[in-house]
């Protein structure tokens, strides 16, 4: 057998997927050469390879899509292959066949196998013909609307429209009944041009409980396939995963096995090399469909890697070298449970909008064999508007589904991070809940389990605003320690910690502000370390201290520790029952007026104003739709609140919009 080792590679990728495809390359030997942009040039991954190579602007088609500067990179620092992780370049034929024509391996699948599942439709066409079953729908080539409109009243609905270069739930929408198709069908296809430069689109039945269960393939270049089982990613927001998980719970071993085979004819019906992944949604009675197979390495890569043991990624580099798989469909066995939960900047609230921020405070949970953490980023960092907004993937494994879970949701309570919304709270209610405990999976979890995911936290005031003011004097403490100690005249009744005074304990009153409500609270020190704190008609005695990033406390008796973060003004305390943010609030010498803001809609997000849906003057009503926004490839429509008249739009469609500005003004009323 002739194999060709790679002594260096290049990673045509950023963020967690480069470290990861790094910390594998490392344990082999490989030296390896990180890519990167201008928003990135102190990136995590630039600083784990042993080379990196500047390749142009932040936004991604003036850099990490731009082939010819990944090829020459490669060819300048002598790398003979290239890993492409997943996104970017890692489903481009045509870099692809730039790479073969410059003589630089392609760590992934022959071009051939990527372009024919590139277009949903056409692998939907081979599929068929391989026997493996599919969705009922249209996926043909006339892409009139009228045509396309005709396919989904014949089916009946409701129907799914998906692009047909589609990915990442982008250029996707449901439609529920004939009057809504048109709007939809413009909205998905406006998506796609944007994000895949193509808006043919095909129309599938909508399965209305399916589950989304997926099967990991692996082929080499010498004619052997193996499955190394399944992964469960139902627990989906915008038709994109939040929460997957191996091995798929309620799976028998004889429909793992009928899946297992179906995504191998599927692979070998395209002749596959490498690692791939067969989609398929699994209807309640086990009859399951293909939906796609994506010719990469899929970022739920891990979850598949504790159950089996088996590092994907060195997978990969053999099967690019030559070499045959390592292990055969009899000697792969899978053990335990595992969980992947994906941390993203984005707000849950507000229908899970990317947001952007500098991780003003990060700390994870200490990583075991039981939790892995991958990510691209380290405090300090900013997350984009650039990029992908992912911050991390947590992984946790155990032996079984309900130790994994417990293990998923300590760590997620471990992971604390301040400067930006995230969905960490939203994940830890998810994996707490009770549904997702009996494993009630469906790719409605989430709208089903709404008021249960979604629901507040309880956190009791008198506690926060009892530590916050804790907080703030051993703060001020601190300060004063440490200004007495660069100060001359160290015995100065000024530097007093104790606030010294001539009668009486010191008293401090402060205004707090916790959950949009302002609170006063006192705090006297009582000497040796004690303070009584006034709050909520209650006097709490208390103690602590302060050390780095943690407050010690003691609150009537009760001691704990709390992380505690400061950014912007704005205090974090990751208590046990979840995050608590409060302000100091001083007293407001200006003119604030926040009433004085007029009739405006806002932007929920920054982004850029794709196009402007009603005239100026327009009469609407209620829930028309009035705009649409885009950020990071995904579009959202601004609705009208109430029945009005849209006076005036502030924005063109084109322009940079910040998150939080006025967008119109709107004038209610009958
Ligand atoms: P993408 O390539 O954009 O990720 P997929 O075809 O993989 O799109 O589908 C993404 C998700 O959308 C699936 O995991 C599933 O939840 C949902 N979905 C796709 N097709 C259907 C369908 N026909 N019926 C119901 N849900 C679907």
């Given at each position: 057998?002739?194999?060709?080792?790679?002594?260096?590679?290049?990673i045509a990728n950023r963020g967690e997927i480069a470290c990861r495809v790094i910390r594998t390359?490392?344990?082999?030997?490989?030296?390896?050469?990180?890519?990167?942009?201008?928003?990135d040039?102190?990136a995590l991954h630039?600083?784990m390879?042993?080379?990196?190579?500047?390749?142009?602007?932040?936004?991604s088609?003036?850099?990490y899509l731009?082939?010819?500067?990944?090829?020459?990179?490669?060819?300048?620092?002598?790398?003979?292959?290239?890993h492409p992780g997943y996104g970017f370049l890692s489903e481009n034929?045509?870099?692809?066949?730039?790479?073969?024509?410059?003589?630089?391996?392609?760590i992934g699948p022959?071009?051939?196998?990527i372009?024919?599942m590139g277009?949903k439709?056409?692998?939907?066409?081979?599929?068929?013909?391989?026997?493996?079953?599919?969705?009922?729908?249209?996926?043909?080539?006339?892409?009139?609307?009228?045509?396309?409109?005709?396919?989904?009243?014949?089916?009946?609905?409701?129907?799914?429209?998906?692009a047909?270069a589609g990915g990442g739930g982008k250029g996707m929408?449901?439609?529920?009944?004939?009057?809504?198709?048109?709007?939809?069908?413009?909205?998905?296809?406006?998506?796609?041009?944007?994000s895949f430069?193509?808006?043919?689109?095909?129309?599938?039945?909508?399965?209305?409980?399916?589950r989304h269960v997926e099967i990991q393939v692996f082929?080499?270049?010498?004619?052997?396939?193996?499955y190394l089982f399944e992964r469960d990613c139902s627990v989906q927001r915008r038709h994109q995963k939040v929460i997957e998980e191996a091995p798929a719970?309620?799976?028998?071993?004889?429909?793992?096995?009928?899946?297992?085979?179906?995504a191998?004819?599927?692979?070998?019906?395209?002749?596959?090399?490498g690692a791939g992944t067969v989609e398929f949604l699994?209807?309640?009675?086990?009859?399951?469909?293909?939906m796609e197979m994506n010719t990469r390495l899929q970022v739920e890569h891990p979850v598949t890697e504790m159950i089996t043991?088996e590092d994907l990624v060195d997978w990969q580099l053999?099967?690019?070298?030559?070499?045959?798989?390592?292990?055969?469909?009899?000697?792969?066995?899978?053990?335990?449970h595992a969980f992947e939960a994906r941390i993203y900047a984005e707000?849950p609230?507000?229908?899970f909008?990317p947001?952007?921020?500098?991780?003003?405070?990060?700390?994870v949970?200490?990583q075991?064999?039981?939790v892995r953490v991958d990510t691209g980023v380290?405090?300090?960092?900013?997350v984009?508007?650039y990029y992908d907004p992912m911050i991390a993937k947590l992984v946790c494994w155990?032996?079984?589904?309900?130790?994994a879970?417990?293990?998923l949701?300590?760590a997620l309570?471990?992971y604390?991070?301040?400067?930006?919304?995230t969905n960490v709270?939203f994940l830890?209610?998810l994996a707490?809940?009770?549904?997702?405990?009996?494993?009630?999976l469906?790719t409605?979890f989430i709208?089903?389990?709404?008021?249960?995911?979604?629901?507040?936290?309880?956190?009791?005031?008198?506690?926060?605003?009892?530590?916050?003011?804790?907080?703030?004097?051993?703060?001020?403490?601190?300060?004063?320690?440490?200004?007495?100690?660069?100060?001359?005249?160290?015995?100065?009744?000024?530097?007093?910690?104790?606030?010294?005074?001539?009668?009486?304990?010191?008293?401090?009153?402060?205004?707090?502000?916790?959950?949009?409500?302002?609170?006063?609270?006192?705090?006297?020190?009582?000497?040796?370390?004690?303070?009584?704190?006034?709050?909520?008609?209650?006097?709490?005695?208390?103690?602590?201290?302060?050390?780095?990033?943690?407050?010690?406390?003691?609150?009537?008796?009760?001691?704990?520790?709390?992380?505690?973060?400061?950014?912007?003004?704005?205090?974090?305390?990751?208590?046990?029952?979840?995050?608590?943010?409060?302000?100091?609030?001083?007293?407001?010498?200006?003119?604030?007026?926040?009433?004085?803001?007029?009739?405006?809609?806002?932007?929920?997000?920054?982004?850029?104003?794709?196009?402007?849906?009603?005239?100026?003057?327009?009469?609407?009503?209620?829930?028309?739709?009035?705009?649409?926004?885009?950020?990071m490839k995904m579009?959202?429509?601004?609705?009208?609140?109430?029945?009005?008249?849209?006076?005036?739009?502030?924005?063109?469609?084109?322009?940079?919009?910040?998150?939080?500005?006025?967008?119109?003004?709107?004038?209610?009323?009958?």
């Open positions: 057998m002739k194999t060709k080792q790679f002594d260096k590679i290049l390359a490392a344990k082999r030997g490989i030296s390896t050469v990180a890519v990167y942009s201008d928003a040039r102190d630039v600083r390879a042993d080379e990196a190579i500047y390749i142009g602007g932040s936004p088609r003036e850099s731009q082939f010819e500067r990944v090829l020459h990179a490669a060819h300048s620092t002598g790398a003979q292959a290239i034929a045509a870099f692809c066949r730039a790479c073969e024509q410059a003589g630089i391996v392609f022959p071009i051939a196998a372009e024919a277009s439709s056409a692998a939907k066409q081979i599929m068929e013909k391989a026997g493996v079953p599919l969705v009922p729908g249209y996926h043909g080539d006339d892409q009139d609307d009228a045509v396309l409109k005709q396919s989904a009243d014949d089916m009946g609905y409701p129907v799914l429209l998906k047909v929408r449901q439609v529920w009944s004939s009057d809504e198709f048109d709007e939809a069908l413009a909205a998905a296809r406006r998506e796609a041009k944007s430069d193509d808006d043919d689109m095909l129309v599938e039945k909508y399965l209305t409980q399916p082929c080499d270049s010498h004619g052997n396939a193996v719970p309620g799976m028998s071993a004889q429909l793992r096995q009928k899946m297992g085979e179906a191998i004819r599927a692979a070998q019906a395209i002749q596959y090399e699994l209807d309640s009675d086990g009859s399951f469909y293909f043991g053999r099967v690019a070298a030559g070499e045959t798989l390592p292990k055969t469909q009899d000697e792969l066995s899978m053990s335990g707000d609230d507000n229908d909008l947001v952007t921020g500098r991780l003003a405070f990060l700390s949970p200490p075991s064999k039981y380290v405090q300090g960092d900013d984009s508007v155990d032996e079984s589904r309900d130790k879970l417990q293990r949701i300590a309570k471990q604390r991070i301040a400067g930006m919304k709270a830890t209610n707490s809940s009770e549904p997702f405990r009996e494993a009630e469906d409605g709208e089903k389990h709404h008021q249960l995911i979604f629901r507040q936290q309880q956190i009791n005031a008198c506690k926060v605003l009892s530590l916050a003011a804790l907080f703030l004097s051993l703060s001020a403490q601190q300060q004063m320690e440490l200004s007495r100690r660069k100060s001359t005249d160290a015995n100065s009744p000024w530097f007093n910690s104790q606030r010294w005074r001539h009668l009486g304990a010191a008293k401090l009153a402060h205004q707090i502000s916790f959950n949009g409500v302002e609170y006063g609270v006192d705090i006297a020190n009582q000497g040796n370390g004690c303070f009584a704190i006034g709050v909520l008609d209650a006097v709490v005695k208390a103690t602590g201290w302060l050390e780095e990033d943690c407050l010690h406390a003691c609150l009537d008796g009760h001691v704990f520790d709390v992380a505690v973060a400061q950014y912007n003004g704005e205090v974090t305390l990751f208590l046990e029952e979840g995050e608590a943010r409060f302000q100091r609030v001083f007293a407001d010498l200006g003119n604030n007026n926040e009433s004085a803001r007029g009739n405006g809609l806002r932007a929920p997000m920054n982004g850029t104003m794709v196009s402007l849906l009603v005239d100026e003057g327009a009469r609407v009503n209620a829930g028309d739709s009035l705009l649409v926004m885009e950020a579009e959202h429509t601004i609705r009208a609140p109430s029945d009005g008249t849209v006076k005036q739009f502030y924005f063109k469609a084109g322009e940079l919009v910040d998150g939080g500005a006025e967008l119109l003004d709107f004038e209610p009323g009958g």
